[in-house]
């Protein structure tokens, strides 16, 4: 008799056809109503009476987590880097384990991160969204292919009304440090990367080993070391109640006046008026950030009107490729419990 299956993210056919030989599967949640069109209720109900339960996005709080194991429920997945939407405490209590997808979206998250800091050194947002919007430009003519034959081709003088006082022209990456703020999956992806453009790493990590970090070639040093001797400071800390506002004025406090905060992790481990404070009061250079406190970020928000702070909407993590990484994974863990072998990818329940 087969397993029932409520799947709410996408596997890869090649491992769905092996579940489907095991298993009656059920479509449910976001992988049947799209992207944020499911409350906590709906999932509760359509996965309802399923042996193996595997979630993307959808939300599975207390209540949930014991109605499913109580119907049944034996496997619990959830196709995220942290799985922060289930509650740890009542999956425990259940005596179950939790499936997730570790490192799912660390290159893009990687990539995009390294994107942000090439934005902050040299303003390319402020920059782009300024002739979007109409300044610093030529005044109309009549034919725009029809230009002199000039070879060193300048924009105009440089003058109070010039885009490099306006804008600023920013500074290089190659020889500046970076610090990174937790070696994990990204952590360690982002670092590498900046070594490439001719970065010196400091890691910040003390549940990393030395020996791993400075096997890429980082180096491990203490908080107040990373943060005052780097020009660049990029957050990856894990979302944990120890880590809530863990950056504030105090680490502020020990950077450059001109080093950048970079955040593609949650903006839960920054307290969010230290670092507005800090930014106004010109205790750093500037920021660039990619989560808020609340999202949609709010429009009255001071972080919006400051010059110095890059900011987008919450898609680091966001690629055509990483459904392919987690689902792939995913599938991994669902095909290893079938099979009745050791999971590979297991979230440390921690009550």
Request: charged letters at 25%.
């Amino acid at each position: 008799m087969k397993k029932k299956m409520a799947l709410c993210t996408p596997i890869p056919e090649e491992k769905m056809a092996f579940i489907q030989e095991y298993c009656d599967v059920t479509i449910c949640g976001e992988l049947k109503h799209g992207k944020g069109n499911v409350t906590e209720e709906m999932t509760r109900e359509e996965c309802m009476g399923n042996e193996l339960v595997v979630l993307g996005d959808e939300n599975a709080g207390a209540e949930t987590i014991k109605a499913w194991a109580e119907a049944g429920m034996k496997f619990l997945g959830v196709a995220k880097g942290t799985p922060a939407t289930v509650d740890y405490e009542a999956i425990a209590d259940a005596g179950l384990e939790l499936s997730y997808t570790p490192g799912r979206n660390r290159v893009a998250v990687a990539e995009f991160n390294i994107a942000l800091m090439l934005c902050a050194s040299r303003n390319l947002c402020q920059a782009a969204i300024g002739l979007a919007k109409g300044e610093h430009l030529g005044e109309p003519v009549e034919d725009v292919y029809n230009v002199p034959d000039v070879k060193n081709v300048i924009w105009g003088p440089l003058d109070a009304n010039h885009p490099y006082t306006d804008y600023g022209i920013g500074f290089e990456l190659y020889g500046k440090t970076l610090g990174i703020a937790g070696y994990g999956a990204i952590g360690r992806e982002v670092a590498v990367r900046a070594m490439a453009l001719g970065m010196k790493v400091l890691a910040y990590d003390p549940f990393c080993p030395a020996e791993r970090i400075e096997a890429d070639g980082a180096k491990q040093v203490d908080l107040d070391t990373m943060l005052s001797q780097s020009d660049m400071v990029s957050i990856h800390l894990a979302v944990l109640p120890s880590t809530k506002g863990i950056v504030n004025k105090d680490w502020f406090s020990k950077m450059k006046p001109t080093a950048y905060l970079i955040n593609t992790a949650r903006a839960f481990v920054i307290d969010q008026k230290d670092l507005v404070e800090a930014l106004e009061n010109k205790q750093i250079a500037g920021a660039a950030i990619d989560v808020y406190w609340q999202e949609p970020i709010p429009a009255n928000h001071p972080l919006l009107k400051m010059k110095n702070v890059t900011l987008t909407p919450h898609f680091a993590g966001l690629t055509t490729d990483v459904d392919g990484w987690s689902g792939t994974m995913m599938g991994d863990e669902v095909i290893a419990y079938l099979k009745g072998e050791p999971r590979k990818y297991l979230w440390k329940l921690k009550r």
